[in-house]
């Protein structure tokens, strides 16, 4: 099974941009879908944006336009390219990975993003 490991993450001020990186191993993701999830204090998971084995992205309404995700099957890893940050997205973000045809999410241990206002 694919272990995930995020990184990235920090203390940044409204307007700023972050970059999140999620290292994969154990297991190659090319036949993954991944998928990047924040969980802020007091509120539940929140699905933000996916990328299909063959690269294709979903997001989110509360990210489109301003985050990116991204992955490079040889480095066997997934990005999530944040820009202009609010304070509301202040959260733990995980990255996620589905094996394709499989109910089965692998995560990692997540990431604290706290943007101040």
């Known amino acids: 099974q694919v272990q995930l490991v995020e990184s990235g993450g920090g203390l940044v001020q409204a307007g700023e941009s972050l970059r999140l990186s999620c290292a994969a191993s154990?297991?190659?993701?090319?036949?993954?879908?991944m998928a990047w999830y924040r969980r802020a204090s007091g509120k539940e998971r929140e699905l933000l944006a996916s990328i299909s084995s063959g690269g294709r992205p979903n997001y989110a309404d509360s990210v489109m336009g301003r985050f990116t995700i991204s992955r490079d099957n040889a480095k066997n890893m997934v990005y999530l390219q944040m820009n202009s940050l609010k304070y509301e997205d202040t959260a733990v973000y995980y990255c996620?990975?589905?094996?394709?045809?499989?109910?089965?999410?692998?995560w990692g241990q997540g990431t604290q993003v706290t943007v101040s206002s």
């Open positions: 154990k297991s190659s993701i090319t036949t993954y879908v």
């Open positions: 996620s990975g589905r094996r394709v045809g499989t109910q089965q999410n692998y």
